[in-house]
Nanobody, 127 residues
Framework: QGQLMESGGDSVQAGGSLRLSCAASRRSINCMGWFRQTPGKEREGVATIDIYGRTQYAEYTKGRFTISKDNAKNTLYLQMNNLEPEDTAMYYC???????????????????????WGQGTQVTVAS
C-alpha cells in the first residue's frame, strides 16, 4: 500500500481554517480519504477522493471541507473552513491503492475500506 504521513494539524479558534496534507509514497492510488477519531468514539469518514478526482463527503462537513489532491506531488489535502469545536479530533489519511473503483464512492466513508493509514495529525478547535 505504501506509506502515508499527515501534517497540518493545529489548535485554532472556532471559525478558523486549516489545511491538512497527506504525503503518499506511491502513485496511482484508486481511493484516498480522510477520517477522524476522538478518544472513546469510532473512527468516522470525513471525505474521499478517487483516482479520477470524484469526491464524497460526510454530511457533517456541510460544505465546509474540501478534499483535493496534487497528483504530481503525491499529496492529498483537506481544506477545513469555519471549524467548529465538534471538529476536534485526530485526523487520519487513508488509502486503498487497488480498491474496486466504485467502492470508493459506495464504501469510501467506511474505515474498513482502507488498508493503509497514516499516524494522524491533531486538530483542536477552541470554543
Amino acid at each position: 500500500q505504501g506509506q502515508l504521513m499527515e501534517s497540518g494539524g493545529d489548535s485554532v479558534q472556532a471559525g478558523g481554517s486549516l489545511r491538512l496534507s497527506c504525503a503518499a509514497s506511491r502513485r496511482s492510488i484508486n481511493c484516498m480519504g480522510w477520517f477522524r477519531q476522538t478518544p472513546g468514539k469510532e473512527r468516522e469518514g470525513v471525505a474521499t477522493i478517487d483516482i479520477y478526482g470524484r469526491t464524497q463527503y460526510a454530511e457533517y462537513t456541510k460544505g465546509r471541507f474540501t478534499i483535493s489532491k496534487d497528483n504530481a506531488k503525491n499529496t492529498l489535502y483537506l481544506q477545513m473552513n469555519n471549524l467548529e469545536p465538534e471538529d476536534t479530533a485526530m485526523y487520519y489519511c487513508a488509502a486503498e491503492a487497488s480498491l474496486y473503483l466504485p467502492y470508493c464512492l459506495t464504501r469510501g466513508l467506511q474505515a474498513g475500506t482502507f488498508g493503509a493509514w497514516g499516524q494522524g495529525t491533531q486538530v483542536t478547535v477552541a470554543s
